[in-house]
C-alpha cells in the first residue's frame, strides 16, 4: 500500500507540518517557579518580530566561546591604538 493512501492521525500530521515548518520539540526540566519564564523564552524565540534580537541576547550571554590558536586570537584583538614597535636592543655584550 502507498504511504500517501495510509490515512494519517491529526498528531501525525500536526508533527509533519511543524517538521515541515523546521520546528523540533525540545524537552527541559526546570524549576517550577522558572518554567512560565521558559515558556515566555520559547514564545520569544518563534516570534517574527522579536526572534532576532531574542537570539542575540541569549547567544551574547549564554554563548562560550570556543578555544582558538594564539594566531587567531591575535587577529580578533582590538589592537588600534597599541604600540607594537621593538627596541632594536640586543641586550648587553658578555665575554664567553
Do not use: C, W, Y
Not at 491529526?10 to 520539540?25: E, F, N, S
Not at 526572534?51 to 594566531?71: E, I, N
Request: glycine share 6%; hydrophobic share 40%.
Amino acid at each position: 500500500m502507498p504511504k500517501d493512501s495510509i490515512a494519517m492521525t491529526p498528531l501525525a500530521r500536526h508533527r509533519t507540518r511543524l517538521k515541515r515548518q523546521g520546528i523540533v520539540r525540545v524537552e527541559v526540566q526546570v524549576r517550577k517557579e522558572d518554567a512560565p519564564l521558559m515558556r515566555e523564552i520559547a514564545h520569544a524565540l518563534n516570534t517574527p518580530q522579536v526572534a532576532d534580537a531574542a537570539r542575540a541576547l541569549l547567544r551574547g550571554r549564554f554563548t562560550t566561546v570556543s578555544p582558538q590558536g594564539l594566531k587567531a586570537l591575535l587577529a580578533s584583538a582590538p589592537l588600534e591604538g597599541v604600540d607594537m614597535t621593538r627596541s632594536s636592543d640586543t641586550g648587553r655584550n658578555i665575554d664567553l
